[in-house]
């Protein structure tokens, strides 16, 4: 459920029209709904009640400041993959004992940065970043927590580019290895190991993979408890999918989640992390596009908009599905006729979607993209040197520019001529 929808015939954003946003703010541009936030944050919050758990945002979903503090203040700990985000989360008032660091590639300084800062956990990929970690530590003469992200060879079923618990994946550590390695974690001087990691894929929309993999970490668990290891935490990743199309079948919701969490771990005693992001950001937000030009092709129409792949790549990068809908909310039995829609970069991939059926439109009209909270506006470019698009986020019937669109001379100011030119 989110807090899009058709109000006296015009799409609201919570309590504001969004054809107000759009007069205010121009377009494209990402529209964030706090209510939504904050409604999928809690329902994971309830899912995982019975017992002790922290629920660590996944921010590479969307990590706009305003979006992070709303979360953040609302109790969230953060997941992050790179320094930067490391730097966000901060910046957010996030305490480092909320902050989990994931991510295969963690560089010198990031680890540096993390265990100066304050870590809850490093979730470790590999070996050589496990004896990186332990060297850093040791000389900075602290202990970091850590945990071995367990690669559980399960497939995840979702599309390729986001399924990563798979043997042939380039993400964790083979979870047949992980008794030597929380051996080696033992014996070295600058690491702790608090807790198992693993993390199968992203929009999933069946539950049983998720049971197999923790079935998994449930025996690992017990292994290395009897090792001597002192396992008191379980970071089951993210991955929960969304709806992206009100027609599909409905993918599980975030307390059948929990429940299979509970069966598959409960009775273990130890803290559980999650790391959502879709979930908790994707139908908090859409993108909103005016139409510019309608124009007819040789036996297909074109609805060319002014939003292109360089602000929403998702359709381009994994062949995902927005719905797309007109702000004005169309008569009841309006006709449609199948248009693709399109943007104006100059390449064949910008195009959002085929044979689309799609009210009727005219140049102008606004349009809506769905579902376009989460790997939006975070993956965003500047391709065909178009402005980032702007983000506002919305509370009840108020909002606010939470990051604001470029003029052109400030993208040109960024470039530096080199003293031979
Ligand atoms: C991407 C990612 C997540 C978030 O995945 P969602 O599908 O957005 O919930 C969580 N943990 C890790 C390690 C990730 O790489």
């Known amino acids: ?5 058709y109000r006296d ?5 919570e309590d504001v029209p969004v054809p107000e946003i759009a007069a205010a703010v121009g377009t494209p541009a990402y529209i964030y709904s706090t209510a939504t936030l904050l409604r999928h944050y809690r329902l994971f919050d309830e899912a995982l009640s ?8 996944a921010m590479k979903a969307a990590s706009n400041q305003a979006i992070l503090k709303t979360l953040a203040d609302a109790g969230a ?3 992050v993959v790179s320094g930067g985000e490391y730097a966000r989360a901060k910046a957010a008032g996030v305490p480092g004992d909320r902050i989990v660091f994931s991510g295969i590639g963690k560089t010198r300084d990031e680890i540096r940065t993390a265990l100066e800062g304050g870590v809850r956990q490093f979730n470790i990929e590999s070996e050589p970043e496990m004896q990186v970690i332990s060297e850093i530590a040791a000389a900075m003469g602290v202990v970091a927590p850590v945990t071995v992200r367990v690669n559980p060879d399960v497939d995840a079923k979702t599309h390729a580019k986001i399924a990563t618990g798979k043997s042939e994946n380039k993400f964790g550590i083979p979870i047949a290895r992980a ?3 929380y051996a080696e974690i033992a014996r070295l001087p600058g690491l702790k190991a608090v807790g198992i990691d693993v993390h199968i894929g992203s929009q999933l929309t069946d539950l049983d993979p998720f049971a197999l993999a923790y079935r998994k970490v449930a025996a690992l668990t017990e292994t290395l408890r009897a090792d001597g290891h002192d396992i008191g935490r379980l970071d089951l990743g993210g991955g929960l999918g969304i709806p992206y199309t009100r027609a599909n079948d409905a993918p599980p919701l975030p307390v059948e989640y929990g429940a299979v969490v509970q069966r598959e771990l409960g009775h273990l005693g130890c803290e559980i992390e999650i790391e959502p992001g879709r979930l908790i950001a994707g139908n908090a937000g859409i993108l909103l596009s ?3 030009y309608l124009k007819e092709g040789e036996g297909r129409n074109f609805l060319i908009l002014d939003a292109a792949m360089n602000d929403l790549i998702r359709p381009a990068m994994y062949e995902a599905y927005h719905d797309i809908v007109p702000v004005i909310e169309p008569a009841a039995g309006a006709e449609q006729s199948p248009f693709d829609v399109v943007g104006p970069v100059c390449e064949s991939g910008d195009t959002f979607a085929r044979g689309r059926m799609m009210p009727s439109l005219r140049a102008g009209d606004l349009v809506a993209f769905r579902s376009a909270g989460a790997y939006g506006s975070v993956m965003a470019s500047e391709y065909n ?3 980032l698009v702007p983000e506002v986020l919305v509370k009840n019937d108020q909002f606010a520019v939470i990051r604001r669109r470029p003029s052109f001379e400030e993208m040109i100011n960024r470039d530096s001529l080199p003293e031979w030119l």
């Open 290 to 292: 005016r139409v510019i």
């Open 9 to 13: 015939g015009q799409l609201y954003a």
């Open 50 to 57: 019975w017992g002790p758990h922290l629920i660590c945002y």
């Open 179 to 181: 008794r030597g390695i």
């Open 1 to 5: 459920m989110d807090h899009f929808l």
């Open 77 to 79: 700990g953060m997941d």
């Open 385 to 387: 040197t178009r402005a």
